[in-house]
């Protein structure tokens, strides 16, 4: 069918946008960071950016999916210039107030001899919230390879800056610099340093679109838009708590200082493994979230979320299979230092593909517009996570993070789906889905239990095999005809 094939394109575009900044990312700074900063340095950098993730949740207050909710073609110029107003304005406040007492949030976070850090991630936060409803104007517009090609850049600016400040300018005299106390070493600051600029410059380059309109502010559309985006807010900080919470706590539920900072050291880098199947959902939800809106009310539109449901679904698995088999060679994206923490991997996997299942399920709230169960199921998962991490960190250090994760995102699955069969019940086809879920766990069991400790080649030739062969069955059974690469409207469905 014409419309997989062009979810599917427009997830391999924004896929690009987002998987191969996050490969970049790993492949070069993650594989530099754990090579350049001890693992307690590298604990604080895991730590910082947490704090980001729940200031940028807070600063774009769900407006994001407010845009493409409201976004109607008569309307979307003045519901972007209003959001666009919006963002602006408590951006600021929320930078000037930052800069105001910083030195007290420094001295709260335990950071009061890097005040900087605290100055430099407030810009950070400030300028990338600005940035989001842009961003979501070239999603709605369906120019994936504009967002694409923005995206690689902000990482190739990053990772250009971070080699050119760590590697570069500490091996060259740089007098003048140095007179004005700017002295080039293996300072945490300057991966923060290198960030801002690149943040910095996509903005720049995001001025055509915003004022490819004149900007116009309407208090009784943001009003609408805040209403149906504010349970939103409140769900993205339960998800945020969900994700990031850990990496926030740890040193605080650790008691030792030195031991809490390795401790996040090991769990942030080998986490970092794990998310790739995060950034895969990302990039999924990007061409996903506005392709429901876009296809709701049609007729078949129930089919058709069943089953994209099921592809996602096995998408995942087959992700978590080459992950897990290959992982001997995977693990050398963060130095060997850090691989005591591989069991963290694993866990973390299945707790995103739980996450996947989650968004496709949890759609039809937004459909409905009943964003108050935003609120319920993530602040449930919240509540699970933080037990968890309250409960368990002291005595299983970040293992307990790590399946607290998963107990979470599990959780929000299951009731996600009962209450949306009640409200916007979908046929998902639970024998078919459970066939895939069987058939991923016995190819496991052959790897790790069967093949496991036989000749490196042959296991591994084994893997790919069988990877292959759960693609083909996966596939075949939507209907997705390889040879030609489309779906048959006629079969599976």
């Known amino acids: 069918m014409k419309i997989y094939k062009k979810l599917a394109g427009q997830t391999v575009i924004y896929g690009l946008g987002t998987i ?12 530099y960071y754990t090579r350049i900063f001890s693992v307690e340095e590298f604990g604080v950098i895991t730590e910082l950016y ?24 008569d309307k979307k110029n003045l519901v972007f210039s209003s959001l666009l107003v919006s963002l602006g304005t408590t951006s600021l406040i929320f930078l000037l107030g930052v800069l105001l007492f910083r030195n007290k ?13 605290i100055t430099l991630l407030s810009l950070i936060v400030a300028i990338d919230a600005f940035s989001t409803i842009p961003f979501a104007k070239i999603r709605k517009e369906e120019k994936a390879i504009k967002f694409t090609l923005l995206k690689i850049t902000n990482v190739l600016i990053t990772i250009v800056l971070v080699l050119l400040f760590y590697e ?45 309109q004149k900007i116009r502010f309407n208090w009784k559309i943001l009003k609408e838009i805040l209403s149906y985006s504010f349970p939103l807010l409140i769900a993205g900080l339960a998800g945020t708590i969900n994700e990031t919470l850990d990496r926030v706590l740890l040193k ?59 592809l996602f679904l096995g998408v995942v698995i087959i992700m978590s299979m080459i992950m897990l088999c290959y992982i001997d060679y995977i693990k050398y994206f963060i130095s060997p230092r850090y691989h005591e923490g591989l069991l963290v991997v694993p866990v973390v996997l299945v707790a995103y593909i739980f996450y996947g ?14 964003t108050i169960y935003a609120i319920v199921l993530t602040g449930i998962g919240a509540a699970i996570t933080i037990g968890a991490n309250v409960l368990f960190v002291k005595k299983y250090s970040y293992m307990a993070s790590a399946f607290g994760h998963l107990i979470a995102y599990f959780t929000m699955m299951i ?35 069967v093949i496991g400790t036989i000749n490196v080649f042959l296991r591994d030739s084994i893997s790919f095999i069988m990877i292959v062969i759960y693609a083909v069955i996966i596939f075949k059974r939507e209907g997705f005809k390889l040879k030609r690469l489309e779906l048959n409207e006629n079969k599976n469905s």
């Not at 299942?357 to 009943?370: A, D, H, P, Q």
């Open 252 to 310: 605080h539920l650790i008691p030792d200082h030195n031991e809490a900072m390795y401790a996040l050291g090991i769990y942030g880098a080998n986490y970092r493994i794990a998310v790739l199947m995060f950034i895969f959902v990302q990039m999924f939800r990007y061409a996903a979230e506005p392709f429901y809106f876009n296809y709701y009310g049609k007729k078949d539109d129930k089919e058709v979320f069943s089953k994209i449901m099921r």
């Open 168 to 212: 570069v300018l500490p091996k060259n005299n740089l007098p003048l610099l140095e007179n004005k106390g700017i002295v080039f070493n293996k300072d945490v600051s300057f991966v923060l340093v290198a960030n801002l600029i690149a943040s910095t410059f996509i903005m720049i380059l995001l001025i055509p679109e915003i004022f490819e």
């Open 20 to 31: 191969v900044p996050k490969i970049l990312n790993y492949s070069i700074l993650t594989f």
């Open 105 to 117: 949030i420094a001295n709260v976070i335990e950071y009061s001899g890097n005040v900087e850090y």
């Open 415 to 449: 009731l996600s789906y009962f209450l949306g069969q009640k409200y916007f019940k979908i046929d998902y086809k639970l024998a078919r889905i459970m066939e895939y879920v069987a058939i991923g766990l016995i190819i496991f069991a052959i790897r790790f239990l």
């Open 357 to 370: 299942v989650f968004f496709n399920l949890s759609i039809w709230y937004k459909l409905m517009k009943n």
């Open 50 to 73: 947490a704090y980001v993730t729940f200031l940028l949740i807070i600063l774009t207050y769900g407006t994001e999916t407010g845009f493409f909710r409201f976004s109607i073609e």
